[in-house]
């Protein structure tokens, strides 16, 4: 993976070849695309899909929908040369019931690659997002969770939302870094994905995601895409159970080594 995040990310061209604006057509399509089956699932499939008496159930429906929605997605970019990953790499299952999924984030679609591989994941996704018509309905019936004002950090609410999910038998997705990573390395963890970890006393299990070469990173623009598709790789660390640690930042502080050493 070192060599991998090694790689020098491949500027668009100033003054950009057929070829090139033949793939930022391609990624045009990925995001009309994505808007458009967004709003079919909001708005038709989704609701059908939630006509059951039991909340557990029905969220875990509209996630698996999602995640074969995802897969699709995913496809299609890997297809258009745009995006080599295949979400069929991750075999290994999550463990358990209820676990905390924690993440580096270097890209605009690590969210959509980790539910296409996993399926049932509710997520801490940005509070924007929930009031886009296109996806906002169908973030809410999956159960995602909106993030406070500063990202993970401060808002109680959106933990207590979190360990709701949890305590109904969820895998919760949460990216400690609270916004994209840097282009090296990690960002600062937040401290709340490992509270309410040691609060619900469920396992911790890292990823570490990496791209090469760079792109789709925070404050690029969608059309600045390399020349090559970008390799998206994840890789599922050893779950760490919140019982071995004595508190939240001694979790932390092993969860941060370990994505740091795997990448």
């Known amino acids: 993976m070192t060599e991998e995040?090694?790689?020098?990310?491949?500027?668009?061209?100033?003054?950009?070849?057929?070829?090139?604006?033949?793939r930022?057509?391609?990624a045009a399509g990925a995001f009309v695309g994505f808007g458009l089956g967004g709003a079919l699932l909001s708005w038709v499939v989704l609701p059908l899909a939630s006509l059951d008496p039991d909340r557990r159930r029905r969220r875990r429906r509209c996630q698996r929908l999602v995640?074969?929605?995802?897969?699709?997605?995913?496809?299609?970019?890997?297809?258009?040369g745009l995006l080599d990953f295949d979400p069929r790499q991750l075999r290994e299952p999550l463990p358990g019931e209820a676990v905390v999924v924690v993440s580096n984030h270097p890209t605009l679609v690590d969210v959509t690659a980790m539910i296409a591989?996993?399926?049932e994941l509710c997520v801490v996704a940005k509070r924007s997002m929930f009031y886009n018509p296109l996806v906002g309905p169908l973030l809410r019936l999956c159960g995602h969770v909106p993030s406070g004002a500063?990202?993970?950090g401060a808002p109680s609410v959106v933990l207590a939302q979190v360990r709701e999910r949890l305590r109904e038998g969820h895998k919760v997705l949460m990216f400690p870094e609270g916004t994209r990573s840097p282009p090296e390395g990690l960002g600062r963890f937040r401290g709340g994905p490992f509270h309410v970890a040691i609060e619900c006393a469920v396992a911790v299990v890292p990823h570490a995601i990496t791209a090469s070469p760079r792109g789709l990173m925070k404050g690029q623009a969608w059309y600045a895409i390399p020349t090559t598709s970008i390799r998206l790789r994840i890789e599922q660390l050893p779950a760490l159970s919140a019982g071995d640690f004595e508190g939240p930042r001694e979790l932390r502080r092993a969860v941060h080594e370990r994505i740091s050493a795997a990448l």
Request: charged share 15%; net charge positive.
């Open 5 to 22: 995040l090694a790689t020098p990310l491949e500027a668009v061209p100033s003054r950009p070849g057929l070829r090139q604006l033949g």
């Open 150 to 152: 500063d990202g993970l």
């Open 24 to 26: 930022i057509a391609l």
């Open 67 to 80: 995640g074969a929605s995802f897969r699709f997605f995913h496809a299609y970019m890997r297809g258009a």
């Open 117 to 119: 591989a996993y399926g």
